[in-house]
């Protein structure tokens, strides 16, 4: 199957914007990650009093 000049260039810019979407998406979701991380380091700081274990499991399984 062939196909014109055109419709490659058409793909090829759909593809770019496709890319450019999904590499922002990526972005954001490394920044959220890390803001989440900060907070959950927040948070087992402010429970001198709670079981380490339980913690490290805690965010041992929001890894996975």
């Keep these: 199957m ?3 000049s055109n419709d ?8 770019e914007a496709q890319v450019a979407a999904l590499t922002a998406r990526v972005q954001e979701g490394a920044v959220l990650h890390q803001r989440f991380a900060e907070l959950l ?3 087992t700081e402010l429970l ?8 490290q499991q805690y965010v041992d399984e929001l890894g996975s």
């Design 41 to 43: 380091d927040i948070v």
């Design 2 to 4: 062939r196909f014109s």
């Design 48 to 55: 001198p009093g709670a079981d380490a274990a339980k913690l």
């Design 8 to 15: 490659l260039e058409a793909r090829v810019d759909d593809l």
